[in-house]
């Protein structure tokens, strides 16, 4: 069964940091593009950052300079680190999986709240 599992999120202060990781299973993760998208209520989902197989990386430009992403493939996992959080950054965050053969996974989503 696939399944893409998110945790890290909560509530921090404005200037904060969180770090959110999704745990994959039930396939190839080492072949699979891995992105977060994030959707605040009444918004449109978003694509925040996105990390290849090879290790290519794209951010939005809303956060670019703050956030990190990686992978650890030994460890079937893909990390978000969010650093100089701001209230805007609020919303619930999704992790993704794109293949090569375009099947496509997402998480359940973990809500990320900034505020003071």
């Known amino acids: 069964q696939v399944q893409l599992v998110e945790s890290g999120g909560g509530l921090v202060q404005p200037g904060g940091s969180l770090r959110l990781s999704c745990a994959a299973s039930?396939?190839?993760?080492?072949?699979?593009?891995m992105s977060w998208y994030r959707q605040a209520p009444r918004k449109e989902r978003e694509l925040v950052a996105r990390?290849?197989?090879?290790?290519?990386?794209n951010y939005g430009d809303s956060v670019k300079g703050r956030f990190t992403i990686s992978r650890d493939n030994a460890k079937n996992t893909v990390y978000l680190q969010m650093n100089s959080l701001k209230p805007e950054d609020t919303a619930v965050y999704y992790c993704?999986?794109?293949?090569?053969?375009?099947?496509?996974?997402w998480g359940q989503g973990t809500q990320v709240t900034v505020s003071s």
């Open positions: 990390i290849s197989s090879a290790g290519t990386i």
């Open positions: 993704n999986a794109v293949g090569i053969s375009t099947d496509e996974y």
């Open positions: 039930g396939f190839t993760f080492g072949n699979y593009i």
